[in-house]
């Protein structure tokens, strides 16, 4: 029996539906990826705080849009590859990793910060994080088992940034009190809220995961 050409789009469109959806999530953590390249340069002293500030502002911009394009993506794809709650739930959390680099520079620039390594081992923990994550998107669609174990991956990498920020607390807290310190504690704190917000976002792709195979 033939199909219709309208069929034949509606049936396509089902089955790779999930191709416009992951690829809009990879570009998110692209940019996601690029923010932490970004606060890196400017943790090491290697890039200007305001200039920085100025280029994490279009990096969070262009990312608010692709948001956007999810969702309105979302309304239109008939059949999505995971449940479409995990997909807007994991783009949030993306967005809420990226929101959280946009402000750990704002505040940087804010406070008046200086080039130290305190923040260097979080960044790097992040940007594993969110590569990993980054691998386990690029499996909806098609082994679960694959989106499991990278998940569980960029979870760990989650779960090294709050060692690395409790570690830095430690050695923080050890000198005197004072007000630079507490500037610092602050922007700590802020990479330990990426991490949450990291594995929420890897937390969200396991129970897609799980579901998929239910």
């Given at each position: ?58 990096i969070e ?93 960029s979870k ?59």
């Open positions: 029996m033939k199909t219709s050409r309208f069929g034949r789009a509606v049936l396509s469109l089902g089955r790779g539906g999930s191709q416009p959806l992951t690829a809009i999530l990879d570009r998110q953590l692209a940019e996601t990826i690029a923010a932490c390249r970004l606060a890196r340069a400017v943790a090491e002293g290697k890039a200007d705080p305001a200039e920085a500030d100025v280029r994490m502002a279009e911009h262009r990312g608010d849009n692709l948001r956007n394009e999810l969702v309105v993506k979302l309304a239109a794809v008939p059949d999505a590859p995971i449940d479409r709650e995990d997909l807007f739930r994991l783009s949030r959390s993306i967005d809420d990793v990226l929101d959280n680099l946009r402000d750990f520079l704002r505040e940087w620039d804010l406070y008046g910060i200086t080039g130290t390594d305190a923040y260097l081992g979080l960044l790097d923990a992040t940007a594993s994080g969110v590569a990993d994550l980054r691998t386990a998107v690029s499996a909806i669609g098609k082994d679960p088992k694959e989106i499991s174990r990278t998940a569980l991956i760990k990498s989650a779960n090294e940034i709050r060692r690395l920020y409790d570690a830095e607390l430690g050695r923080l807290f050890h000198g005197e009190l004072s007000m630079d310190v507490i500037k610092v504690r602050e922007l700590l704190r802020r990479l330990d809220v990426v991490g949450l917000r990291l594995n929420e976002a890897a937390d969200v792709l396991s129970d897609a995961a799980v579901k998929r195979r239910v």
